[in-house]
C-alpha cells in the first residue's frame, strides 16, 4: 500500500520563503505520478494550485511553484503572505490509484 | 473557482445509504474524470474513487470497494456517488472534483457535509 509523506506542520515569517515536499514509500516520485497540490482552509472547499507537477491554473498566485527535488514533489512559496497560512496537500498517482498525503499545516508568523 | 454543484447536507442512521450528486457544467461534462473525495473531521484528504462521464468507467479506493457506487446521468451532467453500510467513521464533508486528462485537476464542488449518528 502506498503511503504518501508530508511534513506535518511548519511555520514561516512573511515574506519568507518555505518549500513543503512529498513523497513515496514506493521509490521517487516522478512527473508519471501527475503530482497536485492542494490549499486548503476552514470553511471552505480544497482549492487546486499545482497540477501535473509544475503547472499552474489561471488563479494560482505566482508565488507558489512546483518541482521535483530529491526522488520528491516540492511545493515552494516565495514571498509568503499572511493568507498563504493554510493546509497544503499533495496527491500523487501511484500505481492506478490517487493518494493524498498527510498534509502540512502552514503557519505564517 | 468552484464549478462543481453538490447537493446538501445528509444526516444518517448507522447501516443506512447515502446518494450524493455533483453537477458539472454541461460543456465540461464528458471532457472531464470526476472524483470523489472526503475529508473526516479533524482528518486528511481521503481519495474515493472516479468517473468516466463519457463512458461510466469507475474505479474505487481499495478499501471502499464494496460499499461505493459511481454512477452518472448524461442528460443532466450530473454524478452520484451511493455510500452504504454507513458506519459513524464515514462522518465527513465529502467533495466532487474533476481533473481533465493526465493528472490535471482543477476544479471542486463545495462539499457536502454527511453526518452518521444514532
Known amino acids: 500500500q502506498t503511503v504518501v509523506t508530508q511534513e506535518p506542520s511548519l511555520t514561516v515569517s512573511p515574506g519568507g520563503t518555505v518549500t513543503l515536499t512529498c513523497a513515496s514509500n514506493t521509490g521517487a516520485v516522478t512527473s508519471g505520478c501527475h503530482p497536485n497540490w492542494f490549499q486548503l482552509k476552514p470553511g471552505q472547499a480544497p482549492r487546486t494550485l499545482i497540477y501535473n507537477r509544475d503547472n499552474k491554473h489561471s488563479w494560482t498566485p505566482a508565488r507558489f511553484s512546483g518541482s521535483l527535488f530529491g526522488g520528491k514533489a516540492a511545493l515552494t512559496l516565495s514571498g509568503v503572505q499572511p493568507e498563504d497560512e493554510a493546509e497544503y496537500y499533495c496527491l500523487l498517482y501511484c500505481g492506478a490509484t490517487w493518494v493524498f498525503g498527510g498534509g502540512t499545516k502552514l503557519t505564517v508568523l | 473557482q468552484v464549478q462543481l454543484v453538490q447537493s446538501g447536507a445528509e444526516v444518517k442512521k448507522p447501516g443506512a445509504s447515502v446518494k450524493l450528486s455533483c453537477k458539472a457544467p454541461?460543456?465540461?461534462?464528458?471532457?472531464?474524470?470526476i472524483h470523489w473525495v472526503r475529508q473526516a473531521p479533524g482528518q486528511g484528504l481521503e481519495w474515493m474513487g472516479i468517473i468516466t462521464p463519457i463512458d461510466g468507467a469507475t474505479m474505487i479506493a481499495q478499501e471502499l470497494q464494496g460499499r461505493v457506487t459511481l454512477t452518472r446521468d448524461t442528460s443532466t451532467s450530473t454524478v452520484y456517488m451511493q455510500l452504504s453500510s454507513l458506519r459513524s467513521d464515514d462522518t465527513a464533508v465529502y467533495y466532487c472534483?474533476?481533473?481533465?486528462?493526465?493528472?490535471?485537476?482543477?476544479?471542486w464542488g463545495q462539499g457536502t457535509l454527511v453526518i452518521v449518528s444514532s
Open positions: 454541461g460543456y465540461t461534462f464528458t471532457a472531464y474524470h
Open positions: 472534483a474533476s481533473e481533465r486528462s493526465g493528472g490535471n485537476w482543477d476544479y
